[in-house]
């Protein structure tokens, strides 16, 4: 899911797309189409997405998907994003210069968990199952393994959420448990499971040279 206790996608918060998203090159241009298949333009959040973004958060599936309260406002987005700080990391799915998604990244901060960051999408109910999913995952798995050094990516995701586990299991997160009666949803208490990720090539010390 998203967003947990209304702030931004973190680490027991990640429920986000709900239906699988096909694949997609985030740094391509902002909008190719054929069919179902998108190629998002992916970049980083700014205090001027704030309004776009809490419409993304105001359709029915992205809210049932995430822990997001129903009305969500610009100006309680934007509040978020001015208290978001590094080395948090809030990206967006730009189509046609829409938003149609985000995604956090949110690295632990305790000093024997600086390996490990909690991750978050939503998706905007008209763009689920078209790429956006997949292309935000990616965007957010590469940068983990090959600029910040993590080793471990977590999650939550709703227990009924097929599509989106299935999104996370196509990046390498793997079930680790469930959260009974985890979160409230239209009256009712719902599990949900946590996953996660371990890099699988975790960089070594780079062989040294003799000098001749």
Known sequence: MSDQDQELPQRASQHGALQQQQAADSDAEPCVAAG???????????L?????????????????????????SAELWRERMQKLSNPHILLVAEVQ??????AGLHPEQSMR????AGIGIGIADPW?????GSALVRELVQMADNWLGLLRL??????DNHAACAL?????????????????RDGQWVDCYAMARLHPRPPVWP?????A
């Open 36 to 46: 179902a298949r998108l190629v998002p333009l992916i970049r980083r959040a700014t």
């Open 48 to 72: 001027d997405d704030a309004e776009q973004i809490a419409q993304v958060y105001a359709h029915l599936g992205t809210r049932s998907g995430t822990l997001q309260l129903p009305m969500p």
């Open 97 to 102: 210069q829409k938003i149609v998604g985000t």
């Open 113 to 116: 968990r600086r390996h490990a």
């Open 128 to 132: 689920v199952g078209r790429g956006v």
């Open 154 to 159: 977590e999650l939550t995701v709703f227990v």
């Open 168 to 184: 996370y299991r196509k990046f390498g997160f793997e079930i680790e448990g469930t959260h009974r009666a985890y979160a409230m």
């Open 207 to 211: 062989s040294g040279s003799d000098s």
